[in-house]
Each structure stands twice: as structure tokens, then as C-alpha cells.
């Protein structure tokens, strides 16, 4: 799509012009009013020059007489005196008689025409223009100068290189949702005959990077309208009423442009909650803006074309007022991709670069578990990226699955030199970790070991890839999960009998999973189907928030700790048990520093050592 920038000239533009003006009838127009500077002198030097016969041109008025030199060089000015043999004298000293200068303005019309003038277009031009910019913003109160009232939308028009669902892959749900919306823009009558009205707004909502702004141009695209594009936080302006201005601005423009998409990104910045309290200060602001978009949506009839698309990956903490029936009454998971949706996005940007043919996109997308359509098309890049840097004309599939670990783990730590004893610590906990695993039922595949350090921190890990998308997981899955994560600390324990602060990740991970069962899933008997944390936000992080009393919550911690602990003995019995198997495959690793899965299940089951 193509952006048009509307040709926007800020007011100072034009208050430029006027100075610029002002300055220059300053310094041209009035000099010349006031041209020829005269020199004053006495009747006696006017006299003096008359005898000497210097005198050139002679101009006799009632209250002065101008002259000039015979060279006529310079311009004298005398006072009159009782003469009457002036004209005769000057007569016979050669004296011309003539106009020397015009007869100087007045001191009103001088002060008219530098003074009151400039200030008279100066104030003109700014009424004018004020007027016009609260028509633009709707006419209502704060509009002000410097555009400021403006909204700032960047319009888009159609272009042969729109976006089409075609670009976004997988997402089909919300693609289907959303055809009705083109369907709508390209025969309105159908539905209107029907007496069917579109929905004024849609909330499309879902984690970052998941392609809601493509969905919404590819709605644009489809239909062949207008696309406009503003981001909630750009209404937020420094002065309360602006960001209400720019609303109206915005909803202007779009009703000249109809049919058309509005797209209103991170629609959480304007749409939080309204704070019930009457505490006014720092939300002032917003809630106006807020208002005026509610009144904006109220205000505009149905079927009038356009269609506001909003996207926010806060859904729970946007203003009820906005979700009522007639504003962004119906809402649009895009949701983060399955393996199927993985795999197609992974090949739409794959067209992009040149990837070798034996690239196998099912793998990569199984490795990428869990990624957004973002973070997989950043892979492809990074990819392209890394065969150009080894001078490779295509993509491998070695170049795609490092470019996967370096979004998991980042780029390899070329120059970290471990010792000795780390290298073999490292070498058992990451063992410990798979062999774990492996020796339980239900647990993802190991796919790679890896001992070499990475710029996160981590000084090696182990890839666990499931082979399809798992939706639910048991509780005995849960806790086998716990047991892998303890497994890397109860390696160390097991083989060295002390242990390192390597674990710090995965006892994070592992006391998450523990309290999750508890607190949100139902998994312990004393608790039941009781929820005592609330997710705040299940597309950034997930966060929980507690719902119970301090005594439940003490419950809960030690609950934690138990289930930790248990899977911790497990973990350390399995290694125990396996012993031998722990110790060939940590040597293995550790002379190698990066062993596949294949290997790994090799050694495990009884083969021999490639
Ligand atoms: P959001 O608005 O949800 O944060 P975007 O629409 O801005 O995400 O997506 C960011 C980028 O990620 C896009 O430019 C595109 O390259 C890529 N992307 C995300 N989802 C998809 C998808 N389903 N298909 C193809 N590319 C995608």
C-alpha cells in the first residue's frame, strides 16, 4: 500500500510568512518613505553657501527650504526667515528652483502603514487560520495552534502491492471472521437488503507479533478502501482536549473517505479503565479521549462504510464502555500460531530469501514452538543473515535451526572460556536434564544437547520438541516437566555430591509450573477446583495475581515446596538408578559440545559411541 501524507502546513508556517513580510516593509518601504536623509543647518551656513554660489537646487516651502549643494551631493534643510531678497540672491547664485523631495507623509499615514497594518494582517491571518483548524477538528473547544488538534493518522491508500489474506498465513479463524467485513465493503446492499448492519467496530486481540495490524490491512487490501492507521498512545497529547481533537479529526476524515478501514493499534492506551473515583489529574486526559471516541462511535450511523478495526493484547483491562453492542462489539482472537499455522508463516517469508530445497519447514516450525508470527519471520531474517555471513548463496536448515536457538538462547558466547570443571558440570546438568526426560513417559523429545555458553547467560541447554501442538497436559505431565527442570541440579548432585548456581533458571521454571498446578489448575487434593491466583494478563506473560488470604497463601508455599521437593527426589533416583548412563553421556557431551537428539537416544538405548 501506498502512504499519503495529506499536505500539512503548521500554522508558524504562515505567522513565518507574516514576519518575514513585516521585516521587509521595515526595512525597504519605510527607509524610502523617509528617503534622502536631510542635514540640518542654520539660516547663517545657508547664507554663507549662497554667497559662494554653492548652491544647487532650491526648494522654498512655508516652514522650511531644502536645498542641495551646486554637486547636488547633499540635502540641506533650513528654517525660513523674514527674506525678501532670498529669491533674488538665489537667483543670481545660480540657484535652480525645483522639487527636491515630495512632500513626506504624514506622521499617521508613516505610523498606518508600519505599524497598525502589519499588526492588523498578523491578527487576521491567525483568526483565519485558528477558524479553519477547528473546522478541521470538528469545531470544538481546544483546538489550537500548531496543528496540534490534528490527528496524525497515516493514511493509506490502495495499491496493486496491498496486503492480502494471502500474506498472512494460518490465522484462519480470524481471517474468516473478518471476510465478512470485505464481503460487506464490496456489495453493501446484500446485507443492508437484508437489513443486516455491519459492526462499527472489531477488537482484534491476541499477543504481540501475532499479525493483527496485516490482518487489518489485509481487510483494507481486500476491500480496496482506504486504509487509516493511528496508534492509541499518538492520541495521548500533552494538552487535555487534544487528544479529543484528534478523535474528531480522525472520524472527519475517515466519514470524507468512506468506505474505509480505521486501524487503531494498542487501542489500550486510550481504552483503559476509567478510574471510578473522581480523582481527576494525570487520567484527564485520556478519559476525554476516551469520551469523545464513545461519542464518535455513537455518532455515526450504520452502514455508513466505515469500519474501525482495533487491535490491543490487553483485552481485560480495556473500558467496559468500549466492548457495549454498537462500539467494538465484536471481538477477534489472533491467537499465537499452531505447528500447521508455524509452518505456513515460516514459508510465506520464506519466499522472501533463497532457501535451500532440502529445508524441511516442519522441523523448523516444531522447533519453534510457542514463537509468534513475528519472532518466525525475525528467524528468517536471521537466517538469510547468518548464510550471508558464511558466504553461502542459500538458507540451510543448519542456518534456520541456529537462528531458532538464537531467539531462545541467543548468539554463542565465542569467547567464553569455562574451566575444566565448569565444562564437566555444565556437561552433567544438561545431561541430567535429558536423561530425566527421556527416562519418564509423556515428555517431549530431546532434539539438542549443547554445552556452548550463549549471550543470555545460559551455558548450554537441552531443546525438548514436542511432535505435534499439545492443548492440554495432565497432571503427571506437569510433574514430569518438574522432575526434567530439578533434573540438571540432581545431575550435579549425583555426580559431584555439591552444587552450582547453574539451576537459577530452571528453578524458576520449576516453582511456576508447582504453584500453577496449585493455585490455578485444581491439581492438589487440599485445594481442590478452587482458583486462588487470577491471570492479569494472558497474552503478556500471563501474570497471576493472588486471590486468597495470607493463611491459603502460606498453604500454597508450602504445597510448592512439597511437589518440588518430590519431583527433585524422583529426578535424583532416576540418575541414580541410570548412573552409568549419566556418566557416558556426560563424557560424550563434554568432548563434543553439541550432541543431537538421535545421538543422545542412541547411547541411551545401547548403541555404541559414533
Ligand atoms: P501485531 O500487530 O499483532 O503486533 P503485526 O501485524 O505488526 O503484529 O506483525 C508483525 C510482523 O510479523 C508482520 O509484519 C509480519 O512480518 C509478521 N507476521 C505476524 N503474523 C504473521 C502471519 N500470520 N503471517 C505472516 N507474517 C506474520
Redesign the pocket.
Known sequence: MKEVKAPKRPLIYYYCIVLLIILLFNMIVTPMLSQRQLTEVDYGTFMEMIEERDIGIVQVEDTQIIFTDQDETTVYKTSPMEDPTLTQRLYEAGATFDRIIEEPASPLWTLFLTIVLPILIFVGLGQYMSKKLMEQAGGGKGSMAFGMGKSSAKVYVQSTKGIRFS?????DEAKESLWEIVDYLHNPEKYTQAGAAMPKGIL?V????????????AVAGEANVPFFSISGSEFVEMFVGMGASKVRDLFRQAKEKAPCIVFI?EIDAIGQKRSSGSVSGGNDEREQTLNQLLTEMDGFEENTGVIILA?T?RPEALDPALTRPGRFDRRVP?EL?DLA?RE??LK??AKKIKAADDVDFHTIARMAAGA???????MIKEAALRAGRSGSTVVNQSDLEESIEVVIAGYQKKNAVLSDQEKKAVSYHEIGHALVAALQDHSAPVQKITIIPRTSGALGYTMQVDTGDKYLLTKEEIENKIATYTGGRAAEEVAFGQITTGASNDIEQATKLARAMIARYGMSEDFDMVAMETVQNQYLGGDASLACSPQTQKEIDQKVVELVKAQHQKARKLLEDNRDKLDELARFLYEKETITGEEFMHILTGGEQK
Open positions: 500474506d498472512v498465513a494460518g490465522e482484534l491476541g499477543p504481540p507479533g501475532t499479525g493483527k495490524t496485516m490482518l487489518a490491512k493499534d487491535a493484547n489472533v500460531p499455522g505456513a508463516i510465506v517469508h509468534s508470527g513475528e519472532e518466525l519471520a525475525n
